[in-house]
């Protein structure tokens, strides 16, 4: 049986330009589900869940500059709440 205890990390963000509006990613280290939001939430009962392609998510929250993120794995290992701003 596979054990993993640590939750999943992100290892790369960026807004795609070449959609139109761009559309803020986020790149995983491991396969796992992530939800976004404007403002601070409970991954269990708050966030809009990211759709996701392998290991890329996108966000499915309005347009902004500021998006805090929580992912979790398949083992139920979940991330502390990143902030990611950009400028």
């Given at each position: 049986?596979?054990?993993?205890?640590?939750?999943?990390?992100?290892?790369?963000?960026?807004?795609?330009?070449?959609?139109q509006p761009?559309v803020f990613?986020?790149?995983?280290?491991?396969?796992?589900?992530?939800?976004?939001?404007?403002?601070q939430f409970?991954?269990?009962?708050?966030?809009?869940?990211?759709?996701?392609?392998?290991?890329?998510?996108?966000?499915?929250?309005?347009?902004?500059?500021?998006?805090?993120?929580?992912?979790?794995?398949?083992?139920?290992?979940?991330?502390?709440?990143?902030?990611?701003?950009?400028?």
């Amino acid at each position: 049986m596979t054990s993993d205890v640590n939750p999943p990390a992100i290892v790369r963000t960026y807004k795609d330009s070449g959609l139109q509006p761009p559309v803020f990613k986020i790149e995983l280290n491991e396969e796992g589900i992530c939800k976004d939001n404007l403002v601070q939430f409970d991954f269990d009962k708050e966030g809009n869940l990211m759709t996701k392609d392998g290991n890329v998510h996108i966000s499915s929250s309005e347009q902004s500059n500021l998006y805090y993120v929580i992912c979790r794995d398949s083992f139920n290992n979940t991330m502390s709440q990143a902030q990611i701003q950009f400028v």
